[in-house]
C-alpha cells in the first residue's frame, strides 16, 4: 500500500493567517491526490481533487499543489470556519489511502 | 442536490454481522460508483470497498476482504455494505461515498458526495 504522511500533525494560526500543509507520498503518485476537510461530528467534504483542482463551490481560499511524492495544501486567509481536520488522499494504486490528517485551530 | 442518506446506528455482539444502507437521490444512481470508507474512533479514515453501480464489479481492501460485501439495488438507488464475523477493531463510523466522475475502472477518483455515516459499536 502507499504510504501517506502528513505534516504538522496540528496546528494553530490566528484568524487571517496563511496555513500551509504539506502530504508526501512514500512513491510517485503523479498528481493523483485529493484534499477534504472534516469538522467535527461531520462527514468528510472534498475540497480539491488531482492535487490543484478545486471542487465547484470550495472557497478560492484553499488551494492545493504539487506532484510526484511532494504536494501542499494552502488556505490563504484563515477563517473561523475553517476548523477542521484536513486529509490527502491518493488514488494512483489501490487500495486508496488517506494520511493521517492534520487538525487545525484558531490561536 | 445530490444526496447519500445512510442507515442509523447498530450495536453488534462480536461474530455477528452488520449491514449498513446508504440510499441516494438527486443524480443517476447508475453512473458512479460508490465507496465505502470507515473510521475508528477518534482515528483516520480507512478505504475499504468500491462497487460500479452500473456493472456491479467490486474492489475490497484486503484487510477487510472476505468479510465484506457491497451490493446496489438499482430499483431503490440503495447501496449496502454487509461485514461478517464483527470484532471490536470494526467499531468505527462507516461512510458511504460517490465517485466523483462517471467511470467503472474501481476507486481511482476522488470521493465527491458523503453520507453521513453510520455508527457501529462492536461490543459484547
Known amino acids: 500500500d502507499i504510504q501517506m504522511t502528513q505534516s504538522p500533525s496540528s496546528l494553530s494560526a490566528s484568524v487571517g493567517d496563511r496555513v500551509t500543509i504539506t502530504c508526501q507520498a512514500n512513491q510517485d503518485i503523479r498528481h493523483f491526490l485529493n484534499w477534504y476537510q472534516q469538522k467535527p461530528g461531520q462527514a468528510p467534504k472534498l475540497l480539491l481533487y488531482?492535487?490543484?483542482n478545486l471542487k465547484t463551490g470550495v472557497p478560492s481560499r484553499f488551494s492545493g499543489s504539487g506532484s510526484g511524492t511532494d504536494f501542499i495544501f494552502t488556505i490563504s486567509s484563515l477563517q473561523p470556519e475553517d476548523i477542521a481536520t484536513y486529509y490527502c488522499?491518493?488514488?494512483?494504486?489501490?487500495?486508496?489511502?488517506f494520511g493521517p490528517g492534520t487538525k487545525v485551530d484558531i490561536k | 442536490q445530490d444526496q447519500l442518506v445512510q442507515s442509523g446506528a447498530e450495536v453488534k455482539k462480536p461474530g455477528a454481522s452488520v449491514k449498513v444502507s446508504c440510499k441516494a437521490s438527486g443524480y443517476t444512481f447508475m453512473n458512479y460508483g460508490i465507496n465505502w470508507v470507515r473510521q475508528a474512533p477518534g482515528q483516520g479514515l480507512e478505504w475499504m470497498a468500491w462497487i460500479s453501480v452500473y456493472n456491479g464489479n467490486t474492489k475490497y481492501a484486503q484487510k477487510v476482504q472476505g468479510r465484506v460485501t457491497v451490493t446496489t439495488d438499482t430499483s431503490t438507488s440503495t447501496a449496502y455494505m454487509e461485514l461478517r464475523s464483527l470484532r471490536s477493531d470494526d467499531t468505527a463510523i462507516y461512510y458511504c461515498?460517490?465517485?466523483?466522475?462517471?467511470?467503472?475502472?474501481?476507486?481511482?477518483?476522488?470521493?465527491?458526495?458523503w453520507g453521513q455515516g453510520t455508527m457501529v459499536t462492536v461490543s459484547s
Open positions: 461515498a460517490r465517485d466523483r466522475r462517471s467511470q467503472d475502472d474501481g476507486p481511482f477518483d476522488a470521493f465527491d458526495i
Open positions: 488531482d492535487a490543484s
Open positions: 488522499q491518493q488514488y494512483h494504486n489501490l487500495p486508496p489511502t
